[in-house]
């Protein structure tokens, strides 16, 4: 499905990716953790097109990507739910879920639907449907984020940060939700997340990126026992 390979890029002069390499196959739960500053928002953008990689290959269902327009990358199915959820404040919930079938030329039965699962997945959605997105707190944001990434009908959906600034209950709640549609849609998923132990739970595989790098990979429950990622992540 996604296949990053050797992907080099930049800030300026400070090198922020260092030849990271990774794979999402069909239906996989794929988690990235890492400490601040490591990386890990660079890669979702670089996969994007928000931030151009110097050297490597970005490719999606065995076309490459990278270089594209980050417009033309959306239209090929990739949706990215920004860290810091980034909805349209100023207009309403269901504003903001039109404006995620955007691109798809829905017809109005199809959009309905499309609608009403948002609200069956996300019934609090539908009962501030008519309020301002900017009204709404952190975790009613974050659902709409990703209801608003999930209008669009995505072939490969990608979260950075989903639990940044949520209580404890609402970080449970959206994880529960974030396999729920993999589960449901059967969609393949990559999750950035500082919550380690959460994003090694929910997902059957993980990188762990340090300083730009792959520091370590493999089976999400096998990481979960490493002494190194104990220490590190878990609090061990």
Known sequence: M???ENVNAFYGAVQALHD?????EDGEIIAIIGSNGAGKSTLMKAIMGLVKPRSGAVTFRDEAINGKVTSSIVRRGIVYIPEGREVFANMTVLENLEMGAYSKPYSSKELKEHLE???TLYPRLHERRSQKAGSLSGGEQQMLAIARGLMSDP???MCDEPSLG???VIVDE????IVLVNKRRKIPILVVEQNAYMALTISSRCYVLENGEIKSHGASKKLMDSPDIK???LGG
């Open 174 to 177: 959206m994880f529960d939700t």
């Open 155 to 157: 072939a490969l959906l």
């Open 166 to 168: 949520l209580a404890p």
């Open 20 to 24: 990271v390499s990774l794979h999402v």
């Open 231 to 233: 220490k590190a992540y």
């Open 2 to 4: 996604l296949k990053i």
């Open 117 to 119: 699962e948002m609200y």
